[in-house]
C-alpha cells in the first residue's frame, strides 16, 4: 500500500463551520479522523476524535443546513467522539467526489486555513494514487508533500483493527449505527456482512474497546 499527502488551495475558501471545528478551541485534528467515507447517494460520514468546547460543537454542527445527523459525547476530560453525517457541500463535492470513485481510502482531512486542506490517503499502487488525483478539476490548485509507503501505526485506528473489523465499522457507519437514534441493529450488519449477530455484536464491542483505549 502507497501513502500521499497533498494540500488543496481554493481562493473562495471551503466549509466555514468545518474549518471552525479543526480551530484551536473545538479541534478534530489531523491524526484523530477514525473514519471517513463518501457513501453511494453522495453524502459523507464522518467519525473523528475531538477535543475542546462540546457544546460549541454541538452548536456550529447543528447550524449547518448541510447535516444530516450527528452526535457529539462528551468523555469529561475535554475529549469526545463525534459522529458526522452530512451532504457534502458544493466545495468539497468536486474534490472528494471523484476521489472516492477511485480505489483510495482517506486517511486523514485537516483544515490548515479557510482557504487550503491537507489530504492524506492511501491507495494500492502510486499508479491508483495519481489516477485518483488526475481526477480533481484542474482549476484548483495541488501540491504534493509527500508520497510513501503505507506503515498503519498506533496513531491511525485502522492499524489497530483486523481487516473483519474494519469491515464491520464501515457497514455500521454506513447503515447509521451511529446516529443518534441509531438506524440499524447488530441483527442488520449481520445480515449484510453473512454472520451471527451475536458475532457482530462481539467485533463491535472489540471496536470500540479498542477505539477508546486509542483515544486514552
Known sequence: MRTITFTITRPDGFHPTAYELHTSESSA?????????????G????????????????RLIGQNPDVIDYSVSDEGDGTGLMYLH????????????????????????????????????????????????????????????????????????TGLLTDRQQEILDIAMELGYYE???????????????IDASTVSEHMRKIEARAFAFLA
Do not use: C, W
Open 43 to 58: 453524502t459523507m460520514v464522518m467519525l473523528a476524535h475531538v477535543h475542546g468546547n462540546s457544546d460549541r460543537m454541538r
Open 29 to 41: 485534528g489531523r491524526k484523530s479522523i477514525l473514519h471517513f467515507n463518501v457513501l453511494d447517494d
Open 86 to 157: 452530512s451532504q457534502l457541500p458544493d466545495s468539497m463535492r468536486g474534490i472528494l467526489r471523484p476521489l472516492d470513485e477511485h480505489e483510495v481510502f482517506f486517511e486523514s482531512i485537516e483544515y490548515i486555513s479557510e482557504e487550503e486542506i491537507r489530504v492524506t490517503m492511501i491507495g494500492e499502487t502510486n499508479e491508483v494514487l495519481q489516477r485518483a488525483l488526475a481526477e480533481i478539476p484542474d482549476e484548483i490548485n495541488i501540491t504534493v508533500e509527500r508520497i510513501g509507503v503505507y506503515s498503519p501505526g498506533t496513531s491511525d485506528l
Open 180 to 194: 443518534n437514534p441509531r438506524r440499524s441493529t447488530h441483527g442488520e450488519i449481520a445480515e449484510r456482512v453473512g
